[in-house]
T-cell receptor, first 114, second 112 residues
Framework: DAGVIQSPRHEVTEMGQEVTLRCKPISGHDYLFWYRQTMMRGLELLIYFNNNVPIDDSGMPEDRFSAKMPNASFSTLKIQPSEPRDSAVYFC????????????FGAGTRLSVL | KNEVEQSPQNLTAQEGEFITINCSYSVGISALHWLQQHPGGGIVSLFMLSSGKKKHGRLIATINIQEKHSSLHITASHPRDSAVYICAVRPNSGGSNYKLTFGKGTLLTVNP
């Protein structure tokens, strides 16, 4: 398996624009996690899905952020409208069983909002 | 005060030295993770622990649930071990919630 695949690897956009980050989990994994990493706050869990259903989105900063998982092999994290403070590295991870197995991380998307 | 505290924040060692990184947490947990983040940014899960000790190659992770403390040890350290090591805990809040709380990380530099 190619592992967790995220796209794009880098995104530079202007304030106010819509940004969509994409993630393909490892085939067969039933948990998917979205994380954000900044220098100030470190790694933070934004939202996670189990069998394509959002379980906990309490980490999503505000209504400008939304995440979907239309099927077992694809998820998106959308920011609309984007702001400079959203600049961070966004990681997607998947696991076979979220409670008892390790998570496999994608390479991350480095987002810069100017 | 953060729920997860790591020490030291920065650690510089010579190749071959034995390394210990510590993680203390303030809440009851059901699992603790150790992650490795390389300079390129990629994150790798090293261990998930709920009790005792785990070993993988030169890496050893231990946890003491009563003392709310975990350590990550690296034996015979090598420059390729240079990375940020991150501790994360899953609070024992019951149910199926899987929200991890992360430490700020320990930056390890191993010099040849």
């Amino acid at each position: 398996d190619a592992g967790v695949i995220q796209s794009p690897r880098h995104e530079v956009t202007e304030m106010g624009q819509e940004v969509t980050l994409r993630c393909k989990p490892i085939s067969g994994h039933d948990y998917l996690f979205w994380y954000r990493q900044t220098m100030m706050r470190g790694l933070e869990l934004l939202i996670y899905f189990n069998n394509n259903v959002p379980i906990d989105d309490s980490g999503m900063p505000e209504d400008r952020f939304s995440a979907k998982m239309p099927n077992a092999s694809f998820s998106t994290l959308k920011i609309q409208p984007s702001e400079p403070r959203d600049s961070a590295v966004y990681f997607c991870a998947s696991s076979l069983n979220g409670l008892h197995h390790i998570q496999y991380f994608g390479a991350g998307t480095r987002l810069s909002v100017l | 005060k953060n729920e997860v505290e790591q020490s030291p924040q920065n650690l510089t060692a010579q190749e071959g030295e034995f390394i210990t990184i510590n993680c203390s947490y303030s809440v009851g947990i059901s699992a603790l993770h150790w992650l490795q983040q390389h300079p390129g940014g990629g994150i790798v899960s090293l261990f998930m622990l709920s009790s005792g000790k785990k070993k993988h190659g030169r890496l050893i992770a231990t946890i003491n649930i009563q003392e709310k403390h975990s350590s990550l040890h690296i034996t015979a350290s090598h420059p390729r071990d240079s990375a940020v090591y991150i501790c994360a805990v899953r609070p024992n809040s019951g149910g199926s919630n899987y929200k991890l709380t992360f430490g700020k990380g320990t930056l390890l530099t191993v010099n040849p």
